[in-house]
């Protein structure tokens, strides 16, 4: 058991170098099973969902080599098994693009339903109906959900929610099925642009990815390719708005800021100055922090997996702020522990009403899932007193040894083996 222990009323100052984004390197790496080539990936963020998923890769017969800090390959001609093992695929949500891939190369997959985050209900029943369109046939058995097709054959498909994961799954097992696939309603995120990128560089053929409309043409196989993983938006976002609620002056490097508009936006309306350059912004924090209203949206909305951070934000401005969750309307699991921080937060159907302005105060607090940890280190830095974070695995799956970057930027935070 591990825990992090920090100091109150802390800024962050400095310099800091975005990763590789977690939601698109997970995956990316399913994807390589749709060669029987070897792929190189780089700019892989080194967070424990990837090295689960690496596992996962070689248990089913790929071959991982480190080609270097934060790059691999992967040979996946030796790939003998469409069953990824239940005790590894419980761990994490994005475990869901094997049932894509797997079906992609083989016809077939049986995979226990993912874990990952408690984020409220997460249903896939938008992924189920993107298979079953394609001419698979799904059955749950003992928690096994098995999926087998024929021959996956193009076909409209209409998403009823706007899901990422649905749509990267969706264009997952149309890289090589017969026909065209078309996706309406498709998410528009980034990392499904990162995805597409990364499918056409082995040779798919997909048209429209950042649209609403996807196109996927099947061809008959895929082949090797090289691809850099796109930066992490949300970790940006992250340092971003710890800068703002901490009132300290960060440079962010290596994004794309243009996936940030959002957060760059929010940050400006609590009074955060706000420079953006080609591939970097600097968040200079205001000393008087104004409410305001954030709604969660998929993007190019903002993003809810910066709403915990931004809430926590928001306790800092003086006066009412409201942060209502449109994404998962059962994100909320953050407020009981802010509370005990002092945090005067209600929460109305899937409305949090801040009333900010009021000290925080350091307290033993866990974090339940990832966004909901990074949350409380900014808490933590803002309070009175010390914070003592357990729950710190959860962070771990997303955030690449948080405790080093914010040391990073002058941060008294310590990581304690229990
Ligand atoms: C992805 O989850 C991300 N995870 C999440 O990030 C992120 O919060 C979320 O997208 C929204 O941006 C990964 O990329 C691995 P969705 P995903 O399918 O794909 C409903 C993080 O912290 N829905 O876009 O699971 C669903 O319940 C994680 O990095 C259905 O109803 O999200 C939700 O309300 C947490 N049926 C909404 O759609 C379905 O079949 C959007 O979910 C699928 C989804």
Redesign the pocket.
């Known amino acids: 058991m591990e825990y992090l222990l920090l100091k109150g009323k802390q800024q962050i100052n400095g310099k800091i170098k975005i990763n590789g984004a977690?939601?698109a390197a997970?995956?990316i790496l399913p994807a390589a099973l749709l060669t029987r080539g070897t792929v190189k990936i780089d700019n892989l963020p080194r967070i424990t969902d990837i090295d689960i998923l690496l596992k996962i890769l070689k248990s089913l017969g790929a071959t991982v080599s480190s080609t270097g800090e934060r790059s691999i390959s992967i040979d996946s001609s030796g790939v003998n098994s469409f069953r990824p093992p239940q005790s590894m695929v419980n761990k994490f949500?994005?475990s869901y693009y094997f049932m894509g891939s797997l079906l992609g190369r083989f016809g077939q997959v049986e995979i226990p339903m993912p874990g990952?985050?408690n984020?409220g209900?997460?249903?896939?029943?938008?992924?189920?109906k993107g298979f079953t369109a394609m001419g698979a046939d799904v059955e749950l058995e003992h928690g096994i959900v098995k999926i087998k097709a024929r021959k996956l054959k193009g076909t409209h498909i209409y998403l009823d929610?706007?899901?990422?994961?649905?749509t990267i799954n969706i264009m997952l097992a149309a890289a090589c099925a017969e026909g065209k696939t078309v996706i309406e309603n498709a998410?528009k995120?980034p990392?499904i642009v990162d995805v597409a990128n990364f499918l056409n560089a082995m040779g798919a053929q997909v048209v429209g990815p950042g649209t609403d409309v996807i196109k996927i043409q099947g061809v008959t196989e895929l082949g090797e390719a090289e691809h850099t993983v796109i930066p992490d938006r949300?970790e940006a976002g992250t340092f971003m708005i710890a800068a703002a609620a901490t009132r300290g002056e960060v440079l962010v490097e290596e994004v794309i800021p243009k996936h940030l508009d959002a957060v760059i936006a929010k940050l400006k309306e609590v009074g955060s100055e706000i420079e953006v350059g080609p591939d970097w912004v600097r968040v200079k924090g205001n000393s008087r922090l104004l409410p305001t209203d954030v709604k969660t949206f998929?993007y190019p909305g903002f993003?809810?997996?910066l709403q915990a951070p931004m809430i926590v934000l928001l306790t800092q401005a003086k006066g009412t702020s409201f942060v209502t969750e449109n994404?998962?309307?059962e994100r909320f699991n953050h407020l009981s522990e802010l509370r005990k921080m002092g945090a005067e937060i209600k929460l109305g159907g899937r409305t949090a009403i801040i009333e900010g302005g009021h000290e925080l105060s350091g307290a033993p607090i866990k974090a339940m899932?990832?966004?909901g940890g990074a949350a409380f280190i900014i808490a933590g830095l803002v309070s009175r007193g010390e914070t003592h974070l357990a729950g710190v695995e959860h962070i771990d799956r997303?955030y690449e040894r948080i405790e080093e970057r914010f040391k990073s930027l002058g941060v008294d935070i310590k990581r304690i083996q229990k």
Do not use: M, W, Y
């Not at 209900?121 to 189920?128: E, K, L, M």
């Open positions: 977690k939601n997970v995956a949500r994005a990952g985050c984020l209900p997460r249903p896939i029943d938008q992924h189920i929610v706007v899901s990422v994961g649905a998410a995120e990392e949300i998929p993003p809810t997996d994404v998962f309307e899932d990832l966004r997303g």
